[in-house]
């Protein structure tokens, strides 16, 4: 039954830097905000960068500041492990189902440990992109916000779920917690459920099946403090710092066969990834393949700044495929579009820049009943309001201006 009654609150589905935008301007503008996100806490992708393009510096910089906004506004209303599982009406009136899952932990966890100090089992990391473990009771990493534990569902009814449960001295601990569902009334309706990697493992000439081939997203976290080699960049199969690494751009993107569009971003990122190298190993030398490089906007001096450092070399070249190598190094092979030469370069560590596919190609957004174009983008001229890259391809500052221009078309939908 569609609702009747108008509502000034506004639903925010997606808790990145977009929809963390998006919330704390509504709200600051004097609208209820409920904000809701699927995985156990906000910052998005975001949260799992080492740094920023193009001054380097933390991304925990700007999603701290937006953390304590959400902290000190008593209108923002944080669910996590939450998705919408239905939206009925119209502008300035829905009725919206959200769907939560079980953390098992309760609001009171102070994120002592104890549980993580209990539990026996581990299970793969997604914040690291699966590339290490966690414990069964685990912090989704070290600023996480908000600030709790999740424990898996994997323990529950079980010894090691027990001795989890027992050694919570503040009883935060709910085993029995199911999912469950809640209908929130509201005005209107922001979708910034952001983007996920082009799957690799797609890019079958690039065999990423190999242990030295990896994506740039987990380039990201090798090179984080916080990521599975404590920062430290290194071959996956050895655990040795690689002296000689390749960055291939465009993989999968610009191509009709997977994502037919350019990400924007990727250029920059690798710009970013060979800064890191530079910084922490001296010696190395990276290389380049590129079709063409494409820095935005104001970027362009980014660029330019890596392009000086003659250890960063610029091959012309789409490779064409990865073979395996001696002493596990993938052998990049294919032709240099400026000198004609044909190649067939070991190195010891590739990095894949894959693209930003949307969230929605997911097919987990049974709720979302929008318009997307021809690349699964939500269509941004449409009714639907969308923030960040859940319309398309956009680095942070423009996220952030996307995501307040959403907060504007929100608060006038409520009042339509
Ligand atoms: C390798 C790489 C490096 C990058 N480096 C930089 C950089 O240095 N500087 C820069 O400016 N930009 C960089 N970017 C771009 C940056 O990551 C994006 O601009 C940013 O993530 C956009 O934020 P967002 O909130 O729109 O999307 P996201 O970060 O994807 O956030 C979307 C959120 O929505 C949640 N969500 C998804 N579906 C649902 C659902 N159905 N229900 C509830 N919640 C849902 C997700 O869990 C997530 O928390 C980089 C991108 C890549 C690929």
């Known amino acids: 039954m569609e609702s009747t009654t108008r509502s000034r609150t506004i639903l925010v589905v997606g808790g990145g830097i977009s929809g963390i935008t998006t919330a704390v301007e509504a709200a600051e503008a004097g609208h209820d905000v409920v904000l809701v996100e699927k995985s156990p806490t906000l910052g998005g992708r975001v949260a799992q960068l080492n740094r920023y393009f193009p001054k380097l ?107 989890i449960k027992a050694a919570c001295k503040i009883g935060a601990v709910d085993l029995d917690e199911k999912e469950e569902t809640f209908d929130v009334e509201v005005g209107a309706v922001v979708w910034a459920t952001g983007w996920r990697p082009y799957p690799a493992e797609k890019l079958t000439a690039y065999r990423y099946d190999l242990p030295n081939v990896i994506t740039n997203v987990e380039m990201e976290r090798l090179a984080s403090p916080d990521g599975p080699t404590k920062g430290k960049i290194l071959r996956p199969s050895d655990g040795q710092a690689p002296k000689k690494i390749a960055l291939i751009q465009c993989a999968g993107s610009r191509d009709l066969n997977h994502l037919a569009y350019c990400s924007r971003i990727c250029c920059l990122a690798s710009m970013k990834h060979a800064a890191y190298v530079r910084e922490q190993l001296a010696d190395a030398v990276v290389d380049v393949y590129y079709i063409d490089l494409r820095a935005h906007d104001k970027l362009e001096s980014f660029l330019l700044r890596v392009k000086d450092d003659p250890q960063v070399r610029f091959v012309k070249s789409k490779p064409a495929r990865i073979d395996p190598g001696a002493g596990d190094n993938p052998i990049l092979c294919g032709e240099n579009t400026l000198t004609r030469e044909v190649y067939a370069e ?71």
Request: hydrophobic share 40%; with cysteine.
């Open 57 to 163: 510096c933390h991304p925990t910089c700007g999603l701290e500041i937006n953390f304590q906004r959400i902290k000190k506004s008593r209108r923002i209303k944080v669910f996590t492990m939450a998705t919408v599982a239905a939206v009925k009406g119209g502008a300035g009136g829905y009725t919206v189902t959200v769907k939560t899952s079980p953390r098992h932990v309760k609001p009171n966890c102070t994120a002592c440990g104890d549980c993580g100090r209990a539990a026996t089992s581990e299970i793969a990391n997604p914040f690291n992109y699966n590339m290490d473990k966690v414990k069964a009771a685990y912090l989704p990493h070290t600023m996480a916000f908000p600030m709790r534990y999740v424990i898996d569902g994997s323990v529950a009814g079980t010894p090691e779920g027990e001795a």
């Open 346 to 416: 070991p190195y010891d560590l590739v990095v894949l820049a894959t693209g930003m596919q949307p969230s929605t190609a997911e097919g987990d957004m049974p709720a979302f009943d929008g318009d997307l174009d021809d690349y699964g983008f939500i269509f941004p001229e449409g009714e639907t309001i969308s923030a960040g890259v859940a319309a398309g391809p956009l680095d942070v500052s423009m996220s952030v201006q996307s995501a307040t221009a959403a907060a504007l078309k929100a608060i006038r939908a409520t009042m339509a």
